[in-house]
Nanobody, 120 residues
Framework: VQLQASGGGFVQAGGSLRLSCEAS????????MAWYRQYPGKQREVVAS???????TYLNSVEGRFTISRDNAKNTVYLEMNSLKPEDTGVYYC???????????????WGKGTQVTVSS
């Protein structure tokens, strides 16, 4: 299973970016999908997650500004980021829990990080 993330970049405070992450390979089903953020020298923290039935959760600091969504037909998860702040700067990673065959437990796969930089 491979995850291809895209959409990072440089934006001024108040701007918007949209991240995408497409899973491909030996996929029977996809369970939870999520976006994490990592600051230099810090552990990754979950920014937003979405379950297979569409239930979403958000980090308090992004609630109301970020929206996570998924397209099951495309095995893709998105993160729409609005009203960006300098403290949103970091490397963003997608994580997807994949079942490769019926009855097997889900395994978490990670995409390569994509840099988001928000200038003040």
């Amino acid at each position: 299973v491979q995850l291809q993330a895209s959409g990072g970049g440089f934006v001024q405070a108040g701007g918007s970016l949209r991240l995408s992450c497409e899973a491909s390979g030996n996929i029977f089903s996809i369970n939870d999908m999520a976006w994490y953020r990592q600051y230099p020298g810090k552990q990754r923290e979950v920014v937003a997650s979405i379950s297979s039935n569409g239930r979403t959760t958000y980090l308090n600091s992004v609630e109301g500004r970020f929206t996570i969504s998924r397209d099951n037909a495309k095995n893709t998860v998105y993160l729409e980021m609005n009203s960006l702040k300098p403290e949103d700067t970091g490397v963003y990673y997608c994580a997807v829990v994949v079942q490769t065959s019926p009855g097997r437990p889900g395994v978490t796969y990670w995409g390569k990080g994509t840099q988001v930089t928000v200038s003040s």
